[in-house]
Antibody
Framework: EVQLVESGGGLVQPGGSLRLSCAAS????????MSWVRQAPGKGLEWVAN????????YYVDSVKGRFTISRDNALNSLHLQMTSLRAEDTSIYYC????????????WGQGTLVTVSS | DVQMTQSPSSLSASVGDRVTITCRAS??????LNWYQQEPGKAPKVLIS???TLQSGVPSRFSGSGSGTDFTLTIISLQPEDFAIYYC?????????FGQGTKLEIK
């Protein structure tokens, strides 16, 4: 059974940083692209970033380019999202996802971790 | 960026009804369209990929169709567990974008 468990969310002040992690199990992590998708409270879904199986390609939504960095550790079956210069509009539940490319759809989702940016 | 517009934004229906949700892309996306269901307090779940391919384990009362810019999700014989929010998502080009969602409520 695929399991994706996010951690690292919490309350952070505007301009601050946070690192999200996702522990993956139940599948061969190094065979899959991975993604982050976020959802502001009571709002819709927004794709944030993708990373290729070996980490050699990364893609970001414009609103986080230069501030967020997606990375992975295939030896530890983990996915990360380093977030800097956080803004109030980054407040969301962040979901770790198996998939995103090359299939294009988000096959398996974690339960999400809430990031709140507020003073 | 490809803009995705769903209609309606909300929909009331009864158990046993047939409902259709529409998703329109701002430019042609071929058949690169996926549908998700999100139950309250849960993560979304993919229902349909590539416009019409039912994901494993998804009941056959769900179906998808369309290509180019216009797509539909149809649910026949609504069940109580189907009352949720539905999102479309295009995977034709980065950035992947979602529709704003359709809330399906019990009448």
């Amino acid at each position: 059974e695929v399991q994706l468990v996010e951690s690292g969310g919490g309350l952070v002040q505007p301009g601050g940083s946070l690192r999200l992690s996702c522990a993956a199990s139940g599948f061969t992590f190094s065979d899959y692209w991975m993604s982050w998708v976020r959802q502001a409270p009571g709002k819709g879904l927004e794709w944030v970033a993708n990373i290729k199986v070996d980490g050699s390609e990364k893609y970001y939504v414009d609103s986080v380019k230069g501030r967020f960095t997606i990375s992975r550790d295939n030896a530890l079956n983990s996915l990360h999202l380093q977030m800097t210069s956080l803004r109030a509009e980054d407040t969301s539940i962040y979901y770790c996802i198996q998939g995103g490319m090359p299939t294009g759809w988000f096959a398996q989702w974690g339960q999400g971790t809430l990031v709140t940016v507020s003073s | 960026d490809v803009q995705m517009t769903q209609s309606p934004s909300s929909l009331s229906a009864s158990v046993g009804d047939r409902v259709t949700i529409t998703c329109r892309a701002s430019q042609s996306i071929s058949r690169s369209l996926n549908w998700y269901q999100q139950e309250p307090g849960k993560a979304p779940k993919v229902l349909i990929s590539a416009a019409s391919t039912l994901q494993s384990g998804v009941p056959s009362r769900f179906s998808g169709s369309g290509s180019g810019t216009d797509f539909t999700l149809t649910i026949i014989s609504l069940q109580p567990e189907d009352f949720a929010i539905y999102y479309c998502q295009q995977s034709n080009s980065i950035p992947y974008t979602f529709g704003q969602g359709t809330k399906l409520e019990i009448k």
